[in-house]
Nanobody
């Protein structure tokens, strides 16, 4: 059973930083991608970054490029989203998700690319 647990959200001031964690378990193979999504009130879910578990290919959306970075630590089965220079418009519920890699689809940045979801963690940026 694949499980994803996010942590690291919170309240931060304009320009601050946070590091979100997505602890994952239950994969029978490494042919998965882990993606980070966010959803602000009244807005659609937005895919912002993803990483493959087989070869560490990464993608960061243009909307956050230069401020956000994705990485992982294989020793603790955790994917991280480092967020710097946070702005009030980054306020959202951030979720990680896991999906089987599709050789024809990269980056995997759409919600329907993913089968498993964490519970989400709130990030609030105050001005």
């Amino acid at each position: 059973q694949v499980q994803l647990v996010e942590s690291g959200g919170g309240l931060v001031q304009l320009g601050g930083s946070l590091r979100l964690s997505c602890a994952h378990s239950g994969f029978s193979e490494n042919y998965y991608a882990i993606g980070w999504f966010r959803q602000a009130p009244g807005k659609e879910r937005e895919g912002i970054s993803c990483i493959t578990l087989d070869d560490d290919s990464t993608y960061v959306a243009d909307s956050v490029k230069g401020r956000f970075a994705i990485s992982r630590d294989t020793a603790v089965n955790t994917v991280y989203l480092r967020m710097d220079g946070l702005k009030p418009e980054d306020t959202a519920v951030y979720s990680c998700a896991a999906g089987l890699l599709d050789g024809d689809v990269w980056p995997m940045i759409l919600p329907h690319d993913y089968n498993y979801w964490g519970q989400g963690t709130q990030v609030t940026v105050s001005s």
